[in-house]
């Protein structure tokens, strides 16, 4: 944004407890919100900054019916240099800012047969390939005053708020291309090779990617509730006769054709999630 839509330091933020966090192209997420205010990421003391195309890099406060809003309009890579604490930092700020549900969004690459570009996939489990590998957001000592030294998992992502994203997509007419899958993360940034995506089909991955797993593991670690939305940008190759190449931009170029859609999506999404009242797994 042009420096006159930025915020001073002066404006206290009302407390939001809806964190919505936008992956590559997706920062539009925040259109639907009212009495927005923007902060840009190198204005906050200590706050990483996005070197990626298609990540804005500003924390917008808005609100969204009655419920005060959060918007990260562009989150960190392990592949820009960053440490996973640095990664999932906003997440514990968002913890100690009294945020109580975190709506991730990602750009991934189909495996599934099934998938095609443009489906958003609502996540409904995901493989931490970084973690088995020992980068993981929670090594070192546990700050027991976020959550406990061995946290579960195996409910990472809401229930309710999984079939809220269904219930929701299909009343906006988006039935014919939602669907529900397992992501995995990989480090980046190069895109998979053959024999790689080969590999995570068999493991049992729908959709890969750069992202979010950090961010959801800590988000769960202390307590929020989780609901990732995966946009389905190009398909994965895995033949070695297929001529498409993926790249970054062709990615930015299917996050802008669906911003809109994703962004009615998310705004009606927080909207009944208040009117409901959710607030189990
Ligand atoms: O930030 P996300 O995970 O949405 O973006 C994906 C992964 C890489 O950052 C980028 C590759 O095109 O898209
Ligand atoms: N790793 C990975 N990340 C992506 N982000 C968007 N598309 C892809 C992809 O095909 N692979």
Same mark, same amino acid.
């Given at each position: 944004p042009g420096p006159s839509s930025v915020t001073t330091w002066s404006f206290e933020p009302p407390q939001p407890t809806v964190a919505v966090i936008c992956g590559s %192209?997706? %920062?539009?997420? =925040?259109?639907? =919100?009212?009495g927005k205010q923007t902060f840009r990421y190198q204005d906050i003391p200590n706050f990483p900054v996005s070197t990626v195309m @298609? &990540? #804005? +890099?500003c924390l917008v406060f808005g609100t969204i019916e009655d419920t005060s809003c959060v918007f990260m309009q562009g989150h960190f890579h392990l *592949? #820009? +240099? *960053?440490?996973l604490c640095q990664v999932t930092l906003p997440v514990r700020i968002f913890k100690l800012m009294g945020v109580e549900s975190v709506l991730v969004t990602n750009a991934s690459g189909g495996l599934c047969p099934d998938f095609k570009v443009g489906d958003i996939m609502i996540i409904k489990d995901h493989i931490n390939l970084p973690g088995f590998a @020992?980068? &993981?957001?929670?090594? +070192?000592?546990?700050?027991e005053r976020f959550g406990i030294r061995f946290p579960c998992m !195996?409910? =990472? *992502? !809401?229930k309710d708020l999984r079939r809220l994203a269904l219930d929701v997509g299909s009343e906006l007419g988006c039935g014919d291309f939602m669907r529900e899958g397992v992501y995995c993360m990989v480090s980046g940034p190069n895109f998979e090779t053959i024999a790689e995506a080969r590999m995570l089909q068999i493991l049992g991955c729908d959709s890969v990617g750069m992202s979010m797993v950090p961010e959801v593991t800590v988000a769960k670690h202390c307590g929020l509730r989780v609901l990732g939305l995966s946009l389905i940008t190009n398909k994965v190759s895995?033949?070695?006769?297929? #001529?498409e190449k993926v790249n970054h931009e062709e990615v930015l170029q299917i996050s802008k054709m669906r911003a809109e859609v994703l962004q009615k999506l998310v705004t009606m999404l927080i909207s009944r999630c208040q009117q409901q009242n959710i607030n189990t797994n």
């Open positions: %192209g997706l %920062g539009l997420l =925040a259109d639907g =919100a009212t @298609g &990540h #804005e +890099g *592949y #820009e +240099g *960053y440490s @020992g980068q &993981h957001p929670l090594c +070192g000592p546990n700050d !195996s409910d =990472a *992502y !809401s895995l033949d070695y006769s297929r #001529e």
